[in-house]
């Protein structure tokens, strides 16, 4: 039998000891509570000087940005500036050319009046003169008369206006004038002249007496355009022969976009000797608007001989017959034989040429020859390397690129880049300002 006082006692003291390891577990996890808290204090400090770090850094951030664009606002102030100041020079320095050679160019006009007049004024005064001599010879004038002398005047008279007249040529032509033209005077008693053909009907005279072959087109007269269209083709007949490459090609382009038939022999003599590639293809295409069936022997021979793929493209891009799409379809670019697959599928006569293409080595060429004729193509991995080349190019250049610009780049057709160009604009890849394409 138990004794209940030793209970009691027993279990007062388990009591004691379990309070007492209960207060030191306690006593334990409040210092853990504190230490913790303490971390987080320091933490919270160490952050908020982070803040307070970084505050400044972007306060730094945005007065050095502020610095910079004030400093490039500057710098464009300063280009434009000089910009300006060049133009105003450039505009003095013609300006000053151009007084001394208008006045050179109005001088000679004077001169020539005054010579014109002063020829005819003598002319009627020698006739007067050869008249008075034979009365005297005959006796019916007794009053004396040195013609000799007269005539030995007269000559030293239009020596001298001769040779002041040849300065004054010689001073326009170095100065880059036009010298105009004057009219010679008729001799006294001789007859008039015949009346001047026209262009047209000496031609025709001409090939009439075997002398001249010419077509019914070169014959026709010139379309009735007006004045600001005829002196835009004056000078790109002009700007055929300047130096900038850019110059020539826009003028080739202007031409073709005017297609005189007047223009075809100036495009046809300017393309043999041509360097530049870009204006070799814009003289291609010209060439076959303005000179109709006579001018496609030309482009037929740059598609099969040029160097350069972008040439050929032009050539078979202004073709685009079954002739054309035969040459295309051997042709070592698979560029050029991508358009011929997209040009033969519309022309029943080049199907011989599709077939063939339709089994060639490139896959893209396959891709391109079965999707001319409807088919989904089995090359879906081309198009992605198209992207990546136009994608590319438009990147190359900070002011943008046209699709025509990327096509020359990267030696595609025009329509290929321009549906490449469709699908990164509707990735939102690129983004378009007007005609130009720029990286997104």
Do not use: H
């Amino acid at each position: 039998m138990t004794n209940p006082p030793d209970d009691l006692l027993r279990a007062a003291l388990e009591k004691v000891v379990y309070f007492e390891w209960r207060v030191e577990e306690l006593s334990r996890e409040r210092d853990a509570a504190l230490a913790t808290r303490a971390a987080a204090l320091t933490d919270r400090d160490e952050a908020r000087a982070e803040v307070r770090r970084l505050s400044r850094s972007l306060a730094d951030a945005e007065m050095a940005l502020t610095e910079s664009r004030a400093r490039v606002g500057e710098a464009d102030a300063r280009a434009r500036a000089a910009e300006l100041e060049s133009q105003r020079a450039r505009s003095t320095a013609v300006a000053d050319r151009v007084a001394p050679a208008q006045a050179l160019r109005a001088e000679l006009e004077a001169a020539q009046a005054q010579a014109l007049r002063e020829t005819e004024a003598r002319m009627a005064l020698l006739s007067r003169m050869v008249e008075m001599e034979r009365a005297r010879e005959s006796g019916e004038d007794e009053s004396p008369l040195d013609l000799g002398a007269f005539i030995a005047e007269l000559r030293g008279e239009v020596e001298t206006v001769r040779q002041r007249e040849v300065q004054l040529v010689r001073a326009l032509t170095d100065a880059g004038v036009a010298i105009p033209a004057a009219e010679a005077p008729r001799p006294v008693n001789a007859p008039l002249a015949a009346p001047r053909q026209s262009t047209r009907e000496l031609g025709e005279r001409l090939a009439a007496e075997g002398r001249l072959d010419i077509s019914s087109t070169l014959l026709a007269p010139p379309p009735a355009a007006p004045p600001s269209e005829r002196a835009l083709f004056d000078l790109c007949l002009r700007d055929l022969a300047a130096r900038d490459p850019a110059i020539r090609r826009r003028a080739a382009e202007r031409l073709g976009a005017l297609a005189f038939v007047a223009g075809a022999p100036a495009l046809a003599a300017s393309l043999p000797g041509e360097t530049e590639p870009s204006v070799r293809a814009a003289l291609v295409r010209a060439v076959v608007i303005c000179g109709g069936d006579g001018s496609r022997v030309l482009a037929r021979r740059a598609l099969a001989e040029d160097a350069e793929p972008s040439v050929r493209l032009a050539a078979l891009e202004a073709l685009a017959d079954a002739d054309a799409v035969e040459i295309a379809s051997l042709d070592a670019a698979a560029a050029v034989r991508r358009l011929a697959a997209a040009i033969a599928a519309g022309i029943p006569e080049a199907s011989v040429a599709l077939e063939r293409l339709k089994t060639d080595d490139d896959a893209s060429v396959r891709r391109a020859s079965t999707i001319a004729q409807g088919g989904s193509g089995d090359a879906p991995e081309v198009a992605d390397d198209i992207l990546s080349q136009t994608l590319s190019a438009v990147r190359a250049s900070l002011r943008g690129r046209s699709v025509s610009e990327v096509a020359r780049a990267v030696s595609l057709s025009p329509r290929e880049v321009q549906m490449a160009a469709a699908r990164l604009l509707a990735e939102g890849r690129l983004v378009q300002r007007g005609d130009r394409l720029y990286t997104a």
